[in-house]
């Protein structure tokens, strides 16, 4: 039912700079893969292989990756090397994967609003590549988005001092670790928040979302932000956070980033 996925990834990544000043952020590798691997791998997971990009400039090495390079495979052909390639040439055989420009770099809500003509008249998943996540959370909020046919907001419990980084719910449980959102609130200060369940980088909308975001004003930083145009959602009809099962990783925090990298070279690289 979910056929689709939307990656913003026109952001300009500047805790990582200088590397993102020519590399995008979504590609730097946790171990040898880069970001956009894993997230694309959950989609396919997922039973997502409609996978459309929101990019800006210096963004041209992702649609690189996602496409055969014949001399490099002929170059390999038939060595040891040749299943490095396997997963992400099963990537560009299984899914179509389409992009657009993001002209200027308004926020995550302008960001999906971009995406729009990608998406069309379907509910999609949002993947925020930077938000590594381990247990398939995608196909868990599928799952869900079957028995609510509304937008889902993954989540999590985040430490109370933290909750400044992140979009902030307030809802009320209505089964074991899936919330009604009541309230929304972006980047709250510490002390004003109304919990620390923290939105992290997944979504299922549907598409009335973009309606709401044409008339969504800056809010926040002064970005057209998610949340805006969500609480409006979940204030005129429904929308779920979930508590996902499952591990993430914030890799466009350097924290983040170095956690994941010892915990994929632990689990899929040391001693192998
Ligand atoms: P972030 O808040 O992580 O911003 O955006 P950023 O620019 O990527 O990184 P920093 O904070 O400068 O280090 C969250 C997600 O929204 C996308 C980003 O690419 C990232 O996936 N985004 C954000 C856009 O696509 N467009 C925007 O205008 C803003």
Do not use: W
């Not at 495979?73 to 390639?85: H, V």
């Not at 999590?156 to 670790?177: A, M, S, T």
């Not at 805006?228 to 099962?245: C, E, H, R, S, T």
């Amino acid at each position: 039912m979910i056929k689709k996925a939307l990656f913003p990834a026109a952001g300009y990544g500047t805790r990582f700079l200088p590397a993102t000043k020519s590399v995008p952020k979504e590609m730097l590798p946790i171990v040898n893969k880069p970001l956009i691997h894993y997230g694309i791998k959950e989609c396919m997971n997922a039973g997502i292989f409609e996978i459309g990009f929101v990019t800006g400039r210096s963004k041209r090495a992702i649609e690189d990756y996602l496409d055969h390079n014949p001399e490099l495979e002929f170059q390999i052909e038939g060595s040891s090397k040749e299943k490095l390639l396997e997963e992400v040439n099963e990537m560009i055989d299984k899914c179509t994967f389409t992009y657009v420009r993001q002209k200027k770099m308004l926020g995550l809500g302008h960001a999906v609003l971009t995406g729009e003509p990608l998406i069309g008249d379907n509910p999609f998943a949002v993947v925020l590549a930077d938000d590594l996540c381990e247990g398939d959370i995608l196909s868990q909020m599928v799952k869900l988005y079957k028995k609510y046919k509304c937008s889902i907001v993954a989540i999590e419990e985040v430490p109370k001092n933290e909750v400044n980084k992140y979009g902030v719910i307030k809802g009320k449980e209505i089964d074991n670790g899936v919330f009604m959102v009541e309230d929304m609130v972006e980047k709250p200060e510490v002390n004003k928040a109304p919990s620390n369940l923290a939105i992290i980088g997944r979504y299922i909308l549907t598409p009335d979302i973009f309606d709401l975001l044409k008339e969504t004003k800056p809010g926040k930083g002064g970005e057209i932000q998610l949340t805006d145009a969500l609480l409006k959602q979940a204030k005129d009809g429904m929308v779920i956070a979930y508590k996902f099962k499952g591990k993430r990783f914030d890799c466009g925090s350097v924290d983040g980033f170095i956690k994941a990298t010892n915990y994929f070279y632990e689990k899929d690289f040391k001693g192998k």
